[in-house]
């Protein structure tokens, strides 16, 4: 079953605020909360919906990913129901009502939030040829990465973390307040649910190491200019054998000196004689692709006449559709000129009617006007 769009899951608009997305999340999370429709599962299925859509919506990162790529960008970042009640987006929303901004519904599952590895930021510069070709290549990131001798556990090979004592391995520890179950993290493991006894002398009891990881990246056809690229699960890796971050490419596209882009079209200002724009003609153009184009010049182009060639512009990374690129015609005034061609520019001048020049027309008899006025 396919999920539904975020936005129409807070019933808000694409260009809501931050506040906006707050405060339509908090509607639904009074309404819906599995603590206040106990035995419901329809109830707490549309909260898990509304709270996936406001981890998404109000990071403004993710949020930037998912308005380009759709779910496909964030997909694994919430998914199950696995959301972080005490991080700071949904703290103050709990704390109005459930008075701890610890708090964390459902049964008494593990808390493993908290040993999530950290993100990873890595930026590329590419060129245009190579945005429309897309590209792969090799980057190698220093990180943390899961510790070989004890497999991410940090304890010593042969042993094992045992249960904690004071959460007996829930990693959070309950209580009452009202109606509502409260959870907070366990101050003895902070959340791990267990204790190394016998630490891993490698990693000493953290589980992970410093190395640096050499990783494959691709580039999609299209991309643009400050488009993010995340890969989930090639972050740090979590302590004590917690979740692993993810890696997120950030592109940009350096500037090329013929075209410029204005989403998938293309656009290029190309000079055209004088001579090819008075009697028409043809010239020969770049593309992007490394080919070339034929462009005919009609007879009377002007500078800032517009010309497209269909099909000719960027791949469009969402659907596989090509833009078109537009040609910019700047008629170029002749320099350096013979004694010939001076002359043969004069006998023209000579010949010359008011109706080759219908612009230059108009404007004298304004001119005109304007001065018998004064």
């Known amino acids: 079953m396919s999920k539904r769009d975020y936005y129409e899951v807070l019933g808000v608009n694409k260009s809501a605020d931050e506040s906006e997305i707050k405060k339509a999340y908090r509607k639904l999370a009074m309404k819906y909360h599995p603590d206040r429709n106990q035995g419901d599962s329809d109830a707490e299925a549309k909260f898990k919906e509304a709270s996936e859509a406001y981890s998404i919506l109000y990071d403004k990162e993710k949020r930037s990913a998912y308005d380009q790529f759709g779910h496909s960008a964030v997909d694994g970042s919430s998914q199950g129901g696995g959301f972080d009640f005490s991080s700071s987006q949904f703290s103050d929303i709990f704390e109005d009502f459930f008075g701890d901004s610890s708090f964390f519904g459902g049964g008494g ?7 999530r590895g950290s993100d990873l930021r890595y930026d590329i510069s590419i060129n245009l040829e190579e945005a429309y070709l ?20 940090g304890a010593t090979k042969g042993s094992s973390p045992v249960t904690c004592n004071v959460c007996g391995g829930a990693g959070q520890v309950r209580s009452q ?49 400050g488009s993010r690229i995340r890969l989930s699960g090639e972050g740090e890796a979590g302590p004590n054998g917690g979740q692993q971050g993810d890696l997120y490419i950030f592109v940009n596209v350096n500037e090329h000196e013929i075209f410029s882009r204005e989403e998938n079209h293309l656009f290029a200002e190309i000079p055209i004689s004088m001579i090819d724009a008075t009697i028409g003609g043809s010239i020969e153009l770049p593309t992007i692709d490394g080919g070339k184009a034929r462009l005919k010049i009609p007879e009377g182009t002007q500078t800032g006449d517009q010309f497209r060639l269909k099909s000719k512009g960027m791949p469009n990374v969402r659907n596989g559709g ?24 004069r006998s023209f001048k000579e010949i010359e009617d008011v109706k080759d020049s219908p612009l230059k027309s108009a404007f004298f008899k304004k001119a005109k006007k304007f001065w018998s006025n004064k």
């Open 109 to 115: 599952r593990r808390r493993k939030s908290n040993n």
């Open 134 to 153: 897309g590209k792969k290549f090799k980057v190698k990131i220093p990180t943390q990465v899961k510790c070989d001798d004890c497999s991410g556990s």
């Open 322 to 345: 090509i833009g078109d690129l537009y040609i910019q015609a700047k008629v170029e005034t002749p320099i350096n000129l013979s004694k010939k061609q001076i002359e043969i520019l």
């Open 177 to 225: 307040q009202g109606f509502f179950s409260i959870q907070q993290t366990c101050p003895q493991c902070q959340g791990s649910g267990s204790m190394i006894a016998d630490p891993c002398k490698s990693c000493r009891g953290v589980g992970r190491m410093q190395k640096t990881k050499s990783l494959m990246v691709t580039i999609p056809k299209g991309v643009d200019d």
